[in-house]
């Protein structure tokens, strides 16, 4: 079965400070893609990230890094200097590799409050 | 800016009663898939649709149905309301059908409340 864990429900931090947000992914397939979302109060899902399975570089952009280890099943995002406009709940997510259906399975969230 | 846009934002219906929600996607999207987010939940696949066809369904019961039109619009219906289908809806697209290759944008989504 597939399935995604964010096991942080909320974190709390001060502006400023880094944080970062656990992801653990269990799937079968040898090939699959994982993303990160971002979710506003509004409601949209902002893509931030996609990583495909046999590309396991680190990635960063601006203050966003994301660190995806196969060997431990995680694709950890962490926000450096967090600002005020960074509070959101984010979503990792577990896609299959090629095939017709292109559904997400995603974890629960982690719901994100950066104090000024 | 994703370019999917999704109608009505917020509405409330009565247990029994049925509801649509639409959808309308960027030119060239030939995909589109539906997604029902709970309170306090991730999202959760309903069906995905390829050029006017379903071609994947999550576990989701026969009342939840859907179209997709040529002019890159669909439609999320849902019959026989229960009041654990309050949720916000999302709508999802893509140009491609699988996720290799392609961004898969969101709208914002339908906020349901059956009472």
């Given at each position: ?89 984010y979503f990792c997510a577990l896609g299959n590799y090629g095939g017709s259906q292109g559904n ?13 | ?19 649509t929600l639409r959808c309308s996607s960027q030119s060239g999207h030939n995909t589109v898939s ?82």
């Amino acid at each position: 079965a597939q399935k995604v864990t964010q096991a942080q429900t909320e974190i709390s931090v001060v502006e400023k400070e880094d944080v970062t947000l656990d992801c653990v992914y269990e799937t079968r397939d040898t090939t699959y893609y994982l993303f990160w979302y971002k979710q506003p109060p509004s409601g949209e899902l902002v893509f931030l990230i996609r990583r495909n399975s046999f590309d396991e570089q680190n990635e960063i952009s601006g203050r966003y890094s994301w660190n995806f280890q196969k060997s431990t099943s995680s694709f950890n995002f962490t926000i450096t200097a967090s600002q005020v406009v960074d509070s959101a709940v984010y979503f990792c997510a577990l896609g299959n590799y090629g095939g017709s259906q292109g559904n997400l399975i995603f974890g629960k969230g982690t719901k994100l409050s950066v104090k000024p | 800016e994703t370019g999917v846009t999704q109608s009505p934002t917020h509405l409330i219906k009565t247990r029994g009663q049925q509801v649509t929600l639409r959808c309308s996607s960027q030119s060239g999207h030939n995909t589109v898939s539906w997604y029902q987010q709970a309170l306090g939940q991730g999202p959760q696949f309903i069906f995905q649709y390829y050029r006017e066809e379903e071609n994947g369904r999550g576990n989701f019961p026969p009342r939840f149905s859907g179209l997709q039109f040529p002019n890159y619009s669909s439609e999320l219906n849902v019959n026989a309301l229960e009041l654990d289908d309050s949720a916000l809806y999302l709508c999802a697209s893509s140009t491609g059908q699988g996720i290799s290759g392609n961004t898969i944008y969101f709208g914002e989504g339908s906020w349901l409340t059956v009472v």
